[in-house]
């Protein structure tokens, strides 16, 4: 399994960034994707999940009304719109195959990381 993250960029605050991930090679043991990021100095943290089984999706505190996830039909495409940006959002942002849980130690495969980065 390969995942392929996009669509980091810079930003002003307030600003918006759409992430993409996809994934080749099959996820047939995987029941979900998720968005973790680690920003410089900083733990990995968990941002928002979707798992294929369930309707609602998982979001941090930190990004609840701010961000969606969301994936296309096939399960081979997971994204992650980011409105209302701040500074604070600052990280490399990593997509990962697994179990849609909120734990990133769940995850098997991980993607290469995208850079976001938002000014004041």
């Known amino acids: 399994v390969q995942l392929q993250a996009s669509g980091g960029g810079l930003v002003q605050a307030g600003g918006s960034l759409r992430l993409s991930c996809a994934a080749s090679?099959?996820?047939?043991?995987?029941?979900?994707m998720g968005w973790f990021r680690q920003a410089p100095g900083k733990e990995r943290e968990f941002v928002a999940a979707?798992?294929?089984?369930?309707?609602?999706?998982y979001y941090a505190d930190s990004v609840k009304g701010r961000f969606t996830i969301s994936r296309n039909n096939a399960k081979t495409r997971v994204y992650l719109q980011m409105n209302s940006l701040k500074p604070e959002d600052t990280a490399v942002y990593y997509c990962?195959?697994?179990?849609?849980?909120?734990?990133?130690?769940?995850?098997?495969?991980w993607g290469q990381g995208t850079q976001v980065t938002v000014s004041s």
């Open positions: 979707v798992n294929w089984y369930s309707s609602s999706p």
């Open positions: 090679g099959g996820l047939y043991n995987s029941a979900g």
């Open positions: 990962a195959a697994g179990p849609g849980s909120t734990s990133g130690y769940e995850y098997r495969y």
